[in-house]
């Protein structure tokens, strides 16, 4: 890898933030990353950018940080950006008839776009809620509202009752703070 590429793995843990976040700034930007072996990660493939991209990158991820400074207030947000770390957690019913204890659980910043993709493989999918998210709080999330539920897949889980689910993951985002999502709120579930 030459002297005038850093790779993205290397702005990602500059700014402390994830991969998919400096990538979604890329696209936001119109920077298409190239990719080049790395010594440093076993003679793999990474995707690079210039230093001159990598200084309007720079520019973009301390707005990021900046916005997510509790410290900023409330002007932090109100220049019409929203994080690529701010969506929705959501709970969606796979197969309502056939197997109605069947979930899936995540974060999505399009809402629309995820339950379409996900239709491909579950065309029965139906969103049950969704909740303001931080993508950070993603795994936690996972985590706290599916103890005791059988793992099926990484994101996908089966349970007795999915009351049960829809209010631990109401006690969740109880003791959460407060987020503004750009992705619309769904209750689908009565």
């Not at 994830?18 to 696209?27: A, D, M, N, Q």
């Not at 005791?148 to 006690?171: A, K, N």
């Amino acid at each position: 890898m030459g002297d005038d590429l850093i790779s993205v793995i290397d702005v990602a843990q500059k700014y402390d933030k994830r991969k998919s976040t400096v990538f979604k700034v890329l696209k936001r930007l119109g920077i298409e990353p190239t990719k080049h072996r790395s010594s440093s990660a076993k003679n793999q493939m990474v995707a690079c950018i210039t230093l001159e991209e990598c200084r309007l990158v720079s520019v973009e991820m301390q707005a990021i940080i900046d916005r997510d400074d509790p410290e900023a207030g409330e002007d932090a947000e109100s220049d019409g950006f929203l994080s690529a770390e701010i969506g929705v957690f959501y709970l969606i019913q796979l197969e309502s008839d056939f197997d109605p204890g069947r979930f899936k659980v995540g974060f999505s910043t399009g809402m629309s776009d995820r339950l379409r993709q996900l239709r491909c493989s579950a065309p029965f999918a139906t969103v049950i809620r969704s909740w303001p998210c931080r993508q950070l709080w993603e795994k936690t999330g996972i985590e706290s509202v599916s103890a005791s539920c059988e793992r099926l897949h990484t994101e996908v889980f089966r349970t007795g009752s999915l009351d049960e689910i829809i209010e631990r993951c109401e006690r969740f985002f109880t003791v959460m703070p407060t987020v503004q999502s750009s992705t619309p709120l769904i209750l689908l579930w009565q």
